[in-house]
């Protein structure tokens, strides 16, 4: 397919190393590239795998290169509009990224969801799925989630499934990528800072549906405006969730039971409180959206709620670390925005000191501060936006914030601010760049800690 084709891979992290590994197995010739100026190419090159010919460039690619390039391949992190990528473009080259490129060697059925929030814990749990109904070996996890596509599409077979969690980042870039069954669980502000307006961010969310048939399934969520609206133009046929109120046919929240509707027919499914371990109506619909797909992947509904029943929160989110001196300690790292972060406050039953603040993604947080109603005590802000983010909270009239230099300064002033019956919330509405790696990182620090206090 891509056979003695002249690639460029532009990135060299996970995603762009997974690219030049499956481009080697395609007999591609490679050209491995990374706009970082403080990188030398023999620095690059020592991020080759082993036994790959790939010639290295850093800082700005070369011009004579340019009119020998065929194919490029994006890594999710590098913007589809900058000079490089668009001159590209102009000079003829297919702009694809590591989603397209692990599609073009699928062999079995994939899955794909994607969503502001939310997308973690429904692929794991779907993934979980999946490993119960066609089998462990079978199954392979990949996008968003670590585990890059093109390091396992060639593992696929005609009897596997693939469960990909996908960002507007992977998804731009994808051309003939269509999913046996797809999700959007819900589009909230996010990432206006490489979208720059909401309807290029849904457009790109939507082109996980874009390429599939009326024989292919779309998940989407009632009670989001975005997915609702693209429920009416959808060419897959589309099945609702919704967790405000009882829908004529597809999966909806009725009191305390999750209940389908079908040609007519009402059918009870599950209890929210005995039946399933997550908390939180964010939770319910992302239980929802797994049932929803793993039906249309033909798992008996046994199997569903069996994985269902022993399924526990993805690290990270909403996660429950540890009750210290009667203080509650949840780890909600992943609230990396507003409408995420929202739902770690919705989850809360006790009075909260909340840390927020990291990355400015140019979000707004006045509906994540209209939701501290009365259950947020305290607001603890640290990173970029944490000014921003006070002066928001005052013009909403709260004033209890106090603000910190470092993460440790934060956790200490939270543990120094909870008394016994409260909670101590680490749910930022920000990304995590600027003072850690990633949230994964910001979240193990926390949880570090907490485990450290003393009794």
Known sequence: MLKGKRCLVVGCGISGVGAVTLLDKMNAEIIFFDGNKDMTASQLAEKVPEGISAVCYTGELPEEVYETIQVVVLSPGVPTDIPMVNKLRQMGASIIGEIELGYMVEQGKVVAITGTNGK????????????????????????????????????????????????????????????????????????????????????????????????ETCVLNYENEYTRAFGE??????????????????????????????????????????????????????????????????????????????????????????????????????????????????AMSKPTILIGGGYDKHSEYDEWIEAFGDKVKWLVLIGQTREKIAQCAREHGFENIKMADTFEECLALCTELAKEGDAVLLSPACASWGMFPNYEVRGKLFKDYVNGLKE
């Open 233 to 346: 133009k959808c060419q897959a046929n589309v099945v609702y969730f919704s967790s405000a109120r009882k829908l004529e046919d597809g999966f909806f929240l009725d009191g305390e039971m999750i209940c389908q509707a079908k040609g007519g027919v009402v059918t009870t499914i599950m209890n929210i409180h005995t039946d399933m371990n997550l908390v939180g109506i964010c939770n319910v619909e992302n239980v929802m959206a797994a049932i929803a797909i793993a039906q249309a992947m033909k798992v008996p509904m046994e199997t569903i709620l069996a994985v269902i029943k022993a399924f526990r929160a993805v690290e990270h989110r909403i996660e429950f670390v540890a009750t210290k001196r009667g203080v509650d300690y949840y780890n909600d790292s992943k609230g990396t925005n507003p409408d995420a972060a929202i739902q770690g406050i919705k």
């Open 120 to 215: 973690t814990t429904t692929t794991t749990l779907v993934g979980e799925i999946m490993k119960a109904h066609v089998g462990e070996e079978k199954t392979f996890v990949v996008g968003n989630i670590g585990y890059p596509y093109t390091l396992e599409a060639l593992k696929t077979s005609k009897d596997s499934v693939t469960v990909g969690e996908l960002s507007s980042f992977q998804l731009e870039t994808v051309q003939t990528f269509h999913p046996a069954v797809s999700a959007i669980l819900n589009v909230t502000p996010d990432h206006l800072n490489r979208h720059y307006t909401m309807e290029a961010y849904a457009g790109a969310k939507e082109r996980i549906a874009m390429f599939q048939t009326s024989e």
